[in-house]
């Protein structure tokens, strides 16, 4: 089939591989407008746009898809379909009717579950166990159309939302090519989705990342693993935000007041509102991360001091 690719971050770039070795035409890619960056704020091109230019493929910014100039370049180009994963604009009726199979997108969740732009980010924070990503027609409401197929993946003790959302944007690569693949045969077929089991999954705010000591051990784990790497856990010592890496629950710990900290000879361990956490890396503002260890040697912690 002739394709257009709607995508911009590179956990969009595995389904692009995948498809250029697919044997469907790849037109022309839609991503977002080149974005400052950098110290320099200097525009950088998106992921996805960067492998288009390696490619010798077109690339289309509009900042808006509901452009006239975006949609009459559309449909000059005709395609039978355009997939997406991870565009991050919300594409209008007028877009979705040009492709004769209209765009179809790549979720990174069993959908109705965690609907919205954070859903492998809130599947850890809730402590799910099983995930996995949807292929579904993509309509005017919030990831709210047809499946075509799912892959699902076990959502492992230490996993962070970055472990995950790698393994998913592999396996949802190679999903994706599949129901193209029927698409263009004519033997897809996409189910409604049921009623029940639907949650949502805004995105998750700096605010959210902040670490909540009164909240129990397990909570304090997938919350941390869930802001890794974006948008970034963090807490607060002697009033300077520093940001934590991920945390070991510490079964039978020491009793430890909701962030109290307790420097050990060969471990930093932090109160919650049960056992203690085991910190990982730790980086204070304008230094590099370091483990937890050297981070409380060199700011030379003291007994009863706290996180906050």
């Given amino acids: 089939m002739r394709l257009i690719f709607a995508g911009t971050p590179a956990v969009a770039v595995p389904a692009l591989d995948a498809l250029a070795a697919s044997g469907h035409e790849l037109l022309a890619v839609v991503t977002r407008p080149d974005a400052p960056a950098g ?20 690339v289309l910014t509009p900042a808006r898809p509901r452009e006239p100039e975006f949609l009459d370049r559309l449909r000059e180009l005709a395609p039978d379909c355009v997939p997406v994963v991870a565009y991050g604009a919300l594409v209008p009726p007028v877009a979705l009717e040009i492709p004769r199979h209209g765009w ?26 099983l995930t996995g990503a949807s292929v579904f027609q993509l309509e005017e409401g919030l990831d709210t159309g047809p499946v075509f197929g799912t892959v699902t993946d076990e959502i492992r003790p230490t996993d962070t939302s970055g472990d995950l959302l790698e393994r998913l944007a592999h396996s949802g690569a190679g999903l994706l090519v599949a129901v193209l ?4 045969a004519g033997i897809a077929r996409a189910e409604p989705q049921p009623a029940d089991g639907v949650s949502l999954a805004p995105k998750l705010t700096v605010e959210d990342a902040r670490v909540r000591w009164s909240d129990p051990a397990f909570a304090v784990d997938r919350r941390i693993r869930a802001c890794t790497p974006a ?16 945390v070991t629950v510490v079964p ?10 307790l420097v050990e000879k060969s471990r930093v361990l932090a109160g919650t ?17 370091m483990p937890a260890t050297d981070w409380a040697r060199g700011t030379r912690v003291a007994a009863g001091e706290e996180l906050a």
């Fill in 181 to 184: 693949d029927a698409i263009g």
């Fill in 252 to 261: 039978d710990g020491p009793e430890l007041k909701p962030g109290e900290l």
């Fill in 231 to 246: 948008p970034g856990p963090w807490t607060t010592f002697r009033g300077d935000r520093v940001k934590l890496g991920p």
């Fill in 273 to 289: 509102a049960t056992g203690p956490v085991r910190l990982g890396e730790v980086r204070a503002a304008g230094k590099k991360a």
């Fill in 39 to 58: 110290r320099g704020r200097g525009l950088v091109r998106s992921p996805v746009g960067a492998w288009a230019d390696a490619h010798g493929v077109e």
């Fill in 104 to 129: 179809i997108n790549l979720h990174f969740s069993l959908l109705p579950a965690w609907r919205g732009a954070a859903p492998v980010q809130h599947a850890v924070l809730h402590g799910d166990e």
